[in-house]
């Protein structure tokens, strides 16, 4: 064990998921028994300030497609913290990372962990840049998911002993205490699906309510649910009322309390991903719901680790079969289609909970030297 940190600061940029996966100050500071942290959550998301006033500071500013890329609000914080360690989460709009590790490690002699590293499947200039940097730059660097750790070790040459794991945790316990609260909403009848995620193109939104059209016409009762909220809302809202199934698609825009998920998944049979698959499968399944993915591997982030076929089931993204897998599910019944979901919110609690990620980050504090 090494020597208590007096103080640790974790940085990050809240998204619509992302307060699922990266732990609150009370977590990290009661789980982490040799560790005292000092928690610093950035209130706005990078893009929303290229025109702050940090962008104007002593180092600075560089813009790329209106993003402040080279000092910003989470910048200034970070340099000016008095921590002892630095756990900067990894982000790849934001290019402050690079000079913030160098100044912090070699100048203010700090420990800097990067969070996150390498999840993205973009292979942008940016992308392989970081990822060459991250082999040297900082003390160790933390993936959220095992098979990302192996492809870091065995395919960009990161070392075993500087490359950790914090896996994607979920906060279950509450999850499942405000879902008991909430109890069980669904109906005998009704078949409801849900997406939960930003509504933003490239995603395939909009299969799903051709999908809900269709098993509209062939006299299934079914309603769909879109958690979250973005520029293809209106789009979506527009396409559903042109199909003349708007009463059957719910929007119920951005939703990040716990308690008030709980109440829309009370009413949810199982979660549809049609494209593009992300942490939604995590937040899914934390609420003991399957899913219904394709098959487009491109598509996919790390977060598919988490799939097999006793935990949900896969359409083709070329036949566009959506409609089929769905009516597949229906003849399960929903007794059994619960119990599938049952072990999926097995899978979170014994492997992907909170503290599984604290223990993977104080592993990662502990030993990145």
Known sequence: MSKKLENMAVFHAPNVLWHYRVPTYDELASRCESLEVGYIEVE?????????????????????????????????????????CLLLEWNMRNLSLIPVTIIARYIQKKRVLWWGHGESKKPSIFTRFTLAMGKRLPNAVIVYMDNTREQLVLSEGYKEGRTYVARNGVDVRGIISESKLAGDLRGKVTWVTAYSGRLVGGR???????????????????????????????YLENLAASLNIKNRIVFCGAV???????????????????????????????FAKPVIICDNQTLHNPEISL???????????????LVEV????????????????????ELIVNEYSTQKMVDGLQEAVEGGH
């Not at 500013?61 to 000092?71: D, N, P, T």
């Not at 597949?328 to 979901?341: E, N």
Request: charged share 20%; net charge positive; glycine share 10%.
């Open 44 to 84: 706005k998301d990078l893009k929303e300030v290229p025109t702050s006033k940090w962008n104007k500071g002593v180092l600075g500013g560089l813009k790329i497609k209106g993003y402040a890329l080279f000092v910003n609000y989470a910048t200034f914080k970070a340099l000016t913290n008095d921590s002892e």
């Open 256 to 286: 990040h309390k716990t308690s008030s998920l709980a109440k829309v998944y009370a009413d949810v049979d199982f979660v549809i991903i049609p494209g593009w698959l992300g942490l939604v499968i995590n937040q899914a399944y934390a």
């Open 326 to 345: 769905y009516l597949t599910v229906v003849k399960l019944g929903k007794s059994k289609v619960s119990m599938i979901g049952q072990g999926c919110q």
């Open 204 to 234: 395939d939104l909009d299969r799903i309510i051709y999908a809900i059209a269709e098993l509209t016409n062939r006299g299934v009762e079914c309603k769909h649910y879109f958690i979250g909220d973005g520029e293809y809302r209106q």
């Open 307 to 321: 799939f097999n076929n006793s935990r949900g089931w896969v359409y083709s993204y070329e036949e566009i079969n």
